[in-house]
């Protein structure tokens, strides 16, 4: 394993942060390849807040993304993606047309009004901000970027939590992913122990209804694999929350997970970046909670 086991250690991911501490938001870029990504997503629960989702989907025509934008400040944060655009453009990274390269970034929000400024929001020129300051040195983790207001537990009240991320590797093949753990449920260590919220289940079983809840992933992988079997991947990542997030994907969740294939590392079989997605999304919400 690598000194690096955060996603920008998957050969040709950077990724970088804007961070607003005084206001309690901000977003987070990931970078693909100046080639773009194939990427596709998954989307959990009945108020997913994203741009660029549907272009996602197995069966439409583009599949590949330059870059994935994390952001806070519920759908106003969605501006940020704007910033992510313009910095492509001046890169000249984009989808070819007969007019321009067009930037194609997929991106999603967590609801973090309730916890800071709700004035405080990310703008264009904060997506702008977190591709210059985007590496691929270890990424920062905790609370930063679109974690930096990011609560669990909301049931009762919120409980910070935060952005984390993961390299996991087997026999040469590896999986990177980042998580902003915003649930409305608990974060817990797969044996049940509570890192984030409050163990409650009574409370939870006569909470009233609750808004602003969502995870965000994107996870990223070196072996080259379709958009379709991008999308089942995408699922997987899902499927893989339920394991530390307790409950997951309840009616008051928009959990959103991207998944990117750089296709710059050695071919692998899908059961095995199956348990390697699930692995790596397990240990990013842990480590998003400090």
């Known amino acids: 394993m690598s000194e690096n086991n955060t996603i920008t250690a998957i050969n040709g991911i950077r990724a970088g942060h804007w961070t607003d501490s005084e206001g309690q938001t901000g977003c987070t870029v990931i970078l693909a390849p100046p080639e773009g990504a194939v990427a596709s997503a998954s989307f959990f629960g009945p108020s997913p807040g994203t741009r660029e989702g549907v272009l996602l ?25 704007d910033g992510v655009v313009r910095w492509l453009e001046h890169h000249d990274i984009g989808h070819p047309t007969p007019a321009a390269k067009v930037p194609i970034v997929p991106a999603a929000v967590i609801y973090d009004l309730v916890v800071g400024d709700p004035k405080a929001r990310p703008t264009a020129d904060s997506g702008y901000a977190a591709c210059e300051a985007a590496s691929d040195a270890p990424l920062a983790t905790g609370r930063v970027g679109a974690g930096t207001g990011a609560s669990a537990g909301k049931y009762i009240k919120p409980v910070p939590s935060g952005l984390g991320s993961s390299l996991v590797e087997f026999e040469g093949v590896r999986v990177g992913a980042v998580a902003v753990v915003n649930p409305v449920g608990d974060v817990t260590t797969p044996e049940g122990k509570l890192l984030a919220g409050h163990g409650d289940r009574e409370a939870f079983l006569h909470a009233s209804l609750q808004f602003g809840n969502t995870t965000l992933l994107t996870v990223a992988i070196e072996a080259p694999i379709s958009k379709a079997q991008a999308r089942q991947l995408a699922d997987t990542a899902q499927s893989a929350l339920a394991r530390v997030i307790r409950p997951s994907h309840t009616i008051w969740d928009g959990d959103t997970a991207f998944l990117l294939s750089t296709g710059k590392g050695p071919n692998a079989a899908m059961p095995t970046l199956t348990l390697l997605v699930q692995d790596a999304v397990e240990q990013a919400v842990m480590n998003g909670i400090e």
């Open 57 to 81: 989907a197995p069966e439409k025509k583009v599949e590949r993304v330059h870059a994935i934008l994390l952001t806070g400040g519920s759908a106003f944060g969605l501006a940020a993606a």
